[in-house]
T-cell receptor
Framework: AQSVTQLDSQVPVFEEAPVELRCNYS??????LFWYVQYPNQGLQLLLK??????LVKGINGFEAEFNKSQTSFHLRKPSVHISDTAEYFC?????????????FGKGTRLSVIA | GAVVSQHPSWVICKSGTSVKIECRSL??????MFWYRQFPKQSLMLMAT?????????EQGVEKDKFLINHASLTLSTLTVTSAHPEDSSFYIC????????????FGNGTRLTVT
C-alpha cells in the first residue's frame, strides 16, 4: 500500500516570493507521483507528474517538482508566486497508471499568497 | 485533452431523499471510474471503484447500500446517495483514466451536496 504525507497544512507566502510545498511518500513498490491543484468548489487540475526519467519535472503555471528516491520525496516549488496561485495543493501517488489503480492523496497544503 | 464532466455541480436536498450524481467521460471511453469524497478542508478519500458492466468495488467503511454506484456505459457512471442525512453533506468528485495509455486521472469538477 502507498501513503502520502504533506508536512505543511498551510503555507502563507508573499507575492513574488519563492515557495516549496513538501511531500513525502511511502511505498513498497515503484510509484508514480503527481501534484494536483484545487481551487474552491472545483475539481482537481493536474500540475505535473513524475512517471520516469528525469527527476526534475516541470508543470503548468511555472511549477516544478523534484523526485528524490532516497528521501522518498516529491517537493513542489515555484520561484515566484502570484496571487492567483492561492489554492489547495495535493500530492498523490499511484502504483500503476492503468486499470483499477486509484490515486492516494495527501491531506493537502493550503497555499495563501499575500499581496 | 481528456474531459470528465460531473453533474450537478451543487445540490441541496432534504434529509431522507435520494440524490443522483452523474459522471461522464466526454471524449474517451472509461472502463473504470473512481469516486472520491472530500470533507471540508480535508483530503480526497476514495469511496469506490466503478467498473463498466460490473459491480463497483467499495472501500472499507463505505456503505454500498447507501452509496449506489452504477456504471452502465463506457462514458457514464452515477453515484446515488440514498436516504441522505446531513452527515452525507460533502464534496463528491469522480475521476477517470484514458484507457490504453499511461496517464494520470482526470477529474470532474465535483458536486457539492448539502443535506438539510
Amino acid at each position: 500500500a502507498q501513503s502520502v504525507t504533506q508536512l505543511d497544512s498551510q503555507v502563507p507566502v508573499f507575492e513574488e516570493a519563492p515557495v516549496e510545498l513538501r511531500c513525502n511518500y511511502s511505498s513498497s513498490v515503484s510509484v508514480y507521483l503527481f501534484w494536483y491543484v484545487q481551487y474552491p468548489n472545483q475539481g482537481l487540475q493536474l500540475l505535473l507528474k513524475y512517471l520516469s526519467g528525469s527527476t526534475l519535472v516541470k508543470g503548468i503555471n511555472g511549477f516544478e517538482a523534484e523526485f528524490n528516491k532516497s528521501q522518498t520525496s516529491f517537493h513542489l516549488r515555484k520561484p515566484s508566486v502570484h496571487i492567483s496561485d492561492t489554492a489547495e495543493y495535493f500530492c498523490a501517488v499511484s502504483a500503476a497508471l492503468s486499470g483499477n489503480t486509484p490515486l492516494v492523496f495527501g491531506k493537502g497544503t493550503r497555499l495563501s499568497v499575500i499581496a | 485533452g481528456a474531459v470528465v464532466s460531473q453533474h450537478p455541480s451543487w445540490v441541496i436536498c432534504k434529509s431522507g431523499t435520494s440524490v443522483k450524481i452523474e459522471c461522464r467521460s466526454l471524449d474517451f471511453q472509461a472502463t473504470t471510474m473512481f469516486w472520491y469524497r472530500q470533507f471540508p478542508k480535508q483530503s480526497l478519500m476514495l469511496m469506490a471503484t466503478s467498473n463498466e458492466g460490473s459491480k463497483a468495488t467499495y472501500e472499507q467503511g463505505v456503505e454500498k447500500d447507501k452509496f449506489l454506484i452504477n456504471h452502465a456505459s463506457l462514458t457514464l457512471s452515477t453515484l446515488t446517495v440514498t436516504s441522505a442525512h446531513p452527515e452525507d453533506s460533502s464534496f463528491y468528485i469522480c475521476s477517470a483514466r484514458v484507457p490504453g495509455q499511461d496517464s494520470p486521472l482526470h477529474f470532474g469538477n465535483g458536486t457539492r451536496l448539502t443535506v438539510t
